[in-house]
C-alpha cells in the first residue's frame, strides 16, 4: 500500500507538536496537548493491531472507543514522562503503523468492521475496505489533531 499522504500526515502532526508552547485547552473540558498526542498514540496502537489482523488473514475489527477515553489517555501521558516523551511515542507508533501499511498490498482492499465514535456520538459503524481506513485517519483524525495543537499553541502551528 502506498503511505506517502499517511507519512505526510504524521511529519506535520509531528512538526506541530515539536514546536510545543502549548497553552491550557480554550474550552473546560477540553484536551490538552498531552491528552492530543496520547489519542494519536492511542489510535495507532488499535490501528496497528487492526492492519496486524488483516496481514494475517484474521477477521478484523476496529472501534476507536479506547482511544477516546481519558482515563487510558492519561496513562499513556503519564507513561511517556513529559511532552518529548509523548512525542517520541507518537513517532514510533505511526511508524509501526505505517511499516504495517506498507506490507498490506492487496489486503489493503479488505472490508474491516469499523466503529468510530467523536466523544459518545458513533460517527461510523460499518465494514470498509481497509485502505479507506488508514485513508482517513491521515486526511482526518491526523490533521484534526494537528488543529487542535495548532489551537493550543495559539495557531504557530496551524499552516504546516
Known amino acids: 500500500m502506498d503511505t506517502t499522504e499517511l507519512e505526510a500526515a504524521y511529519r506535520e502532526l509531528l512538526d506541530a507538536a515539536r514546536a510545543g508552547g502549548f497553552g491550557p485547552p480554550a474550552e473546560e473540558g477540553g484536551w490538552s496537548a498531552e491528552l492530543v498526542l496520547a ?12 492492519t496486524a489482523e488483516v496481514l494475517a488473514g ?3 475489527r476496529y472501534d476507536n472507543a479506547p482511544a477516546t477515553r481519558e482515563p487510558y489517555l492519561r496513562a499513556i501521558a503519564r507513561a511517556a514522562g513529559d511532552l518529548d516523551g509523548l512525542v517520541a511515542e507518537a513517532r514510533r507508533c505511526g511508524l509501526e503503523l505505517v511499516l504495517l501499511a506498507r506490507e498490506l498490498g492487496e489486503a489493503a482492499a479488505t472490508p474491516v468492521d469499523v466503529r468510530l465514535l467523536d466523544g459518545d456520538e458513533v460517527r461510523l459503524a460499518a465494514p470498509m475496505p481497509w485502505s479507506g481506513m488508514l485513508a482517513t485517519h491521515a486526511e482526518v483524525h491526523l490533521r484534526e489533531r494537528r488543529e487542535a495543537l495548532a489551537a ?9
Open 152 to 160: 493550543l499553541s495559539g495557531g504557530a502551528a496551524a499552516g504546516r
Open 39 to 50: 489519542a494519536v498514540v492511542a489510535t495507532d496502537r488499535l490501528l496497528a493491531a487492526a
Open 58 to 60: 484474521a477477521s478484523a
